[in-house]
C-alpha cells in the first residue's frame, strides 16, 4: 500500500518546524526524522497525518554533547552514532535496537516519542531517570520519563511540541547498570526486557514489553525476580502466554541485578 495524501515541508530551522507544528492545529501533522516506525504506518495507512514535517535539515538537532552530569542526544542524532556509547545504557541496549540498517537511520529521540511499549530505549531512559526536552512555540519543558509515556504509542507530549533532545544522566562512580531482553529473533520486538541499575544498597529495576510501558517495579533484594514477577499482569499473545512472560520476567530481573551488581 502507499500513504494517504499528505502535505510535506522541511524546514530549515527549529522556529520553523515548531510554527508549522503550530500552524496545523489539529495535531493531524507528523514530524519525520529516521522514519524507520513512521514510514511503515504511513505505508500501511495506519495513520493518516495531513502534513509531514521533515527536520533533517534544521540545524542543531545533530548534536551529542556531555553537560552537567548528563548526556545530551539530538532529535536526529542516529542510533548507530558512536558517540551515544559514551553513557554505558545506550552501549548496552543500542545493539538490540531493529537491525544494523534500521539504526543506520533511526533516531534516538524518534523512539521515545513513538513509545512503543516493546522499544528498548524507552525502558533505559525510564531506568536511568533521564528526561525528554520538548519545545513548541511556547517554549521548552523537560518531561521526566517516567511521565513521558502514557500508554503504548501515547505520550504527554502536546500536538504541537517536538522532542528537541533527550537528557541522559551518567552514571556515578561505582554505578552499576545491566539490560537484557527475550526476542524471537534478533532484531524481533521483544517478549520481555528489563533493566537493573545499582548504585550503593538501592536497586532500581524497570521492565518492558509486558507492561503497556516501561515500569519501575520495587523488587525484593533477596529475590528480585519473584518479587518483580508479582508485579506485572502480562496480557499474552499468539507467541507466548501470561505465564511464560511473567517466567520471562523472573529470570530476567534475577539476571540483570545479578550483572549490575557486579
Aim: glycine fraction near 8%.
Amino acid at each position: 500500500m502507499k500513504p494517504a495524501p499528505f502535505d510535506y515541508v522541511r524546514p530549515e530551522s527549529l522556529d520553523e518546524a515548531l510554527d508549522a507544528l503550530a500552524a496545523d492545529g489539529g495535531g493531524e501533522a507528523k514530524v519525520l526524522a529516521g522514519g524507520q516506525s513512521l514510514v511503515p504506518a504511513l505505508n500501511m495507512r495506519l495513520i493518516r497525518p495531513t502534513l509531514l514535517i521533515d527536520v533533517n535539515r534544521v540545524a542543531g538537532l545533530d548534536q551529542v554533547a556531555t553537560e552537567d552530569g548528563a548526556l545530551r542526544v539530538g532529535a536526529t542524532v542516529r542510533q548507530a552514532d558512536l558517540r551515544l556509547h559514551a553513557h554505558p545504557a545506550l552501549a548496552a541496549v543500542l545493539p538490540h535496537v531493529g537491525h544494523t540498517v534500521t539504526r543506520n537511520r533511526g533516531t534516538v529521540c524518534g523512539s521515545i516519542a513513538h513509545a512503543d511499549a516493546a522499544a528498548e530505549l524507552p525502558l533505559a531512559l525510564v531506568a536511568f531517570g533521564g528526561t525528554a526536552v520538548a519545545a513548541s512555540t511556547q517554549g521548552r519543558r523537560e518531561i521526566p520519563a517516567e511521565n513521558l509515556f502514557l500508554g503504548p504509542y501515547t505520550t504527554a507530549l502536546a500536538a504541537d511540541e517536538l522532542v528537541v533532545e533527550t537528557v541522559w544522566p551518567m552514571p556515578a562512580e561505582g554505578d552499576g547498570f545491566a539490560f537484557d531482553e527475550v526476542a524471537q529473533r534478533g532484531g524481533d520486538y521483544a517478549l520481555c526486557m528489563a533493566a537493573a541499575r545499582v548504585r550503593g544498597d538501592e536497586v532500581r529495576v524497570v521492565v518492558g514489553s509486558v507492561t503497556p510501558v516501561p515500569t519501575v517495579v520495587e523488587v525484593d533484594p533477596e529475590r528480585p525476580g519473584e518479587s518483580a514477577a508479582e508485579q506485572v499482569e502480562p496480557w499474552g499473545s499468539i507467541h507466548a502466554s501470561p505465564d511464560y512472560l511473567r517466567q520471562l520476567v523472573r529470570v530476567l530481573v534475577d539476571r540483570v541485578v545479578a550483572q549490575a551488581r557486579e
